[in-house]
T-cell receptor, first 116, second 117 residues
Framework: GAVVSQHPSRVICKSGTSVKIECRSLDFQATTMFWYRQFPKQSLMLMATSNEGSKATYEQGVEKDKFLINHASLTLSTLTVTSAHPEDSSFYIC????????????FGPGTRLTVT | GNSVTQMEGPVTLSEEAFLTINCTYTATGYPSLFWYVQYPGEGLQLLLKATKADDKGSNKGFEATYRKETTSFHLEKGSVQVSDSAVYFCALSAGGAGGTSYGKLTFGQGTILTVHP
């Protein structure tokens, strides 16, 4: 299999604080990880692409300083939402691409972030 | 840019009914096309894919054919089950190796399917 986990599954934080979300590939090496945001009843929006050991590539309109992405190893990527505000409340989903594969992505179950 | 348009849901069917979920796309080059399924409380899973024109992807009784002339990739199943209740996403991946779009997925808005016994 190719299992991707995310932690936490749900988090509530106060406005102005930072939150870190972890994405792990449990049984394979992920050379590339992707971070998406999903609004209610809407599609997934790609935020950024991260390759192990290099800086993330952000999509147009995504603030790099607000959404910090680190891909420190072949099995772990983190997304930190800095100085969170209520409008950052959303469902964040990561996916991972296995070494040697081209198109397939394996998705985590998502993290529900609520900023109060 | 690339885009994917799915038929709007939600779709509600009785068990054993025929299912079609329409998907059309706009892309530069020759994209690969995918259907992903998201069961309640779980992550997206790849349901089927097609990488070139006229290819038919199939899995678990679901099928979709890559139609370049109509830029479509409609999902079909002849007889749905209650366990098929989920959200279905059509997606494409376009861009050559090494390009900025390499391997990136563009998703449709998702279609909620509910199957009643």
């Amino acid at each position: 299999g190719a299992v991707v986990s995310q932690h936490p599954s749900r988090v509530i934080c106060k406005s102005g604080t930072s939150v870190k979300i972890e994405c792990r590939s449990l049984d394979f090496q992920a050379t590339t990880m992707f971070w998406y945001r999903q609004f209610p009843k809407q599609s997934l929006m790609l935020m950024a692409t991260s390759n192990e050991g290099s800086k993330a590539t952000y999509e147009q309109g995504v603030e790099k300083d607000k959404f910090l992405i680190n891909h420190a190893s072949l099995t772990l990527s983190t997304l930190t939402v800095t100085s969170a505000h209520p409008e950052d409340s959303s469902f964040y989903i990561c996916s991972a691409r296995r070494r040697g594969e081209v198109y397939e992505q394996y998705f985590g179950p998502g993290t529900r972030l609520t900023v109060t | 840019g690339n885009s994917v348009t799915q038929m709007e849901g939600p779709v509600t069917l009785s068990e054993e009914a025929f299912l079609t979920i329409n998907c059309t796309y706009t892309a530069t080059g020759y994209p690969s096309l995918f259907w992903y399924v998201q069961y309640p409380g779980e992550g997206l899973q790849l349901l089927l894919k097609a990488t070139k024109a006229d290819d038919k992807g199939s899995n678990k009784g679901f099928e979709a054919t890559y139609r370049k002339e109509t830029t479509s990739f409609h999902l079909e199943k002849g007889s749905v089950q209650v366990s098929d209740s989920a959200v279905y996403f059509c997606a494409l991946s376009a861009g050559g190796a090494g390009g900025t779009s390499y391997g990136k997925l563009t998703f449709g808005q998702g279609t909620i399917l509910t199957v009643h016994p």
